[in-house]
């Protein structure tokens, strides 16, 4: 077979660490695939930046949409990122044009993963994306491939490196959650703008694109409950510890009878969950199928290196003439879930309150979640009294999460609770 | 696409639950793969067994390797055993005659690897294995595919599920190995003949596998360095505990500047170390390529569900087209690498010695270590003195295990060390 020739929209860290390991690698690459990778162009807003790669000889495009229409490539890589626009625009075209599409971005497809792909199955070509869901780890592979002889009926895990390294940092240091975002950003660990990776939009947008290959459904973000840990406290951290728990940002998918439900937000998982020891930047999914039973993937989830890993896997794929089903069964028999809502929800529940220090506070408290079915598990009181006030720690056993919301209510509205209650839900995972 | 039509060898357990997925999710693996698999053949001993699945239709044969050369078949099934004799001739016959062969038999290709990639590779047919390592986890399609774009410098792990359950629940009860291992064999986690699984000889199948697809070699079973876990008492994982370790059966291989290490061996593994937290029959592999860095697959490294779902993950590769290298680069170009003995292995160590309990005796002990340059980290002493002799713990500094070996031998003829010394190595992962 004569060689795959690859042109690449984007040339920040990733796509100057593809063309690099694609040119440094060229001939382990081929034993590989059985013929040779090419770079044949190249697109990027600058073309004076020297990027440490050797792209002499190869076409330069200064606009990314046209070469995925007119470059002379089997495959387009959209490496710019971006849920519309240009990154929109570079898949549209290569498509268009009967082109393999390899892309990292989890906005674009979160946003537009079905009608992408109704495109590319129409026009033959692949489109691959494991760079866009935990970096190196192959789990789109797993799941889609790995996995095909399962019904897959759960894939959760820790979907964004930054959070993650917050809260281990605040758990390692006891620090708050503002500083050690600060400093997360100084390290180049958090964006300028950090709302994607904080506050669970990055993680829900993977795991969007996770829940449509492992349930064989539509992808869809505005189905996804989405809560970020801005609200997550040193304290909470603290009694996390002391119950035995760990808090992480986790993205859970589950298929249940009454459909789908979509979920990212901070919760406590038992130490002895493999969850509980994913720390730092790292990654981890969870899959769970009827033949496979739990499997956990875990690794780097973002970085330069890793990425790059995971848009060599796709593009190695492509030229071994593998061209799947985006989300595992064609797009045209994708179904469309029904999404349970968050209200759905049952299991158990931890909340903090910060309480004036006075008797007849915890009596209070305990006939609002009475009213509302909720029994309590344990309680915990610490001493602290800043202004008057104390925090009280409560968990629920497990309880539908409408009736937890209505007792929060209730709860918000005492006198003596003077701030709004946390509630982080528990993952017995 | 036609049917992509499945004959199955040996209807065990795994050939049972095979053939019952394969049966009962029809529609979905058509959907998936985009053709239908069909069970056309089936072979076994007893053919008036009821194996819970509905297999009429289906041609019996007695004999499987007449089967794997006359049935009218495109993927014949080895899941029947064994290094040589039948399962052999099922793979070979297969070949012979054109076919496509999924087994999960890793003392087979252990043995017996590289001819076999050879004749497939001839006759343009695949050599699906991905079932005889670690279970269900997705290893070999992720070393083979996930990681194409990585030059992998080690892959390691927890290989064999028997092992690890024993330890487990050695360290959770305090039991000693004999008891375990009774207790497992009447649970049915252990076979009535422990040898494959307690000696690290079914580990060691597992590694040169690994080894052979993530570095391009050639299979080589012989070059596995193998020690089992019978040595380990009670007391050494009672001191591990106490040092911040676990202790676990290890799989090891590494590829390093001299050649490729490859061995098996029960060692100490850090306490923060992923592996450490994987318990019971669970298995793990670690692989760490230049690109993606550390990733960890870790799920079920037996049974019949998980062991079902890697055989049918390889017939739906098949049903799909992909036909790879059997062990990642064709196998004409697997090199034969430079096997590094284990004399030349470099980390810290742990040794118990059972010694008199006498003045003196650390002094003795102390100048062994110095006459071959070993250096203590720590050393620990503890009561219990039975029958006048008490156990001393050491761990070593990083040396060489030559110097350490000839330590050993020191001590082990001074008059006051009363048993052979106990040596583990410690696994800074």
Known sequence: MGPLRVAIGGLGTVGAAVADILISRKDLIAARCGRQIDVVAVSARDRSYDRGVDLSGVEWFDDAAEMAAYADANVILEL???????????????????????????????????PLAQAAERANVAVGYEAAVAGGIPIIKALREGFAGNGIFSVHGILNGTCNYILTTMRETGRDFDDVLSEAQELGYAEADPTFDVDGIDAAHKLALLAGVAFGTEVN?????????RHISADDILFAEEL??????LGIAN????????????????????LAHVEGVFNAVVAEGDAVGTSVLQGAGAGAGPTASAVISDIVDI????????????ASKLTRAQTVPIGSRA????????????PGVIADVSAALREEEVSVEALLQRGRSEKGSVPVVLTLHETVEANMQRALARIA?????????????IENL
Request: aromatic share 6%; with cysteine.
């Open 255 to 274: 298929r249940t009878d009454p459909g789908v439900e979509q979920r990212v937000y901070p919760c406590m998982v038992p130490m002895d969950a493999p």
């Open 80 to 114: 710019i990122g971006g849920e519309d626009g240009i990154a929109k625009a570079v898949c549209e075209n290569a498509i268009g044009a009967g082109r393999h599409v390899v892309t990292a971005n989890k906005a674009l497809l979160a946003m537009h993963g079905t």
């Open 221 to 229: 973000f505005g189905a996804v409950h989405v809560e970020g840990i």
């Open 413 to 425: 509205e005492l006198d003596t609770v003077v701030e709004p209650p946390c509630m982080i839900r």
């Open 347 to 358: 299991g158990p529940y931890y909340v903090r309150l910060t309480v004036l220090d006075r």
């Open 319 to 330: 030229a071994r003439g593998m061209v799947l089903p985006v989300f595992s069964v064609p």
């Open 244 to 249: 035995g728990y760990r808090i992480k940002l």
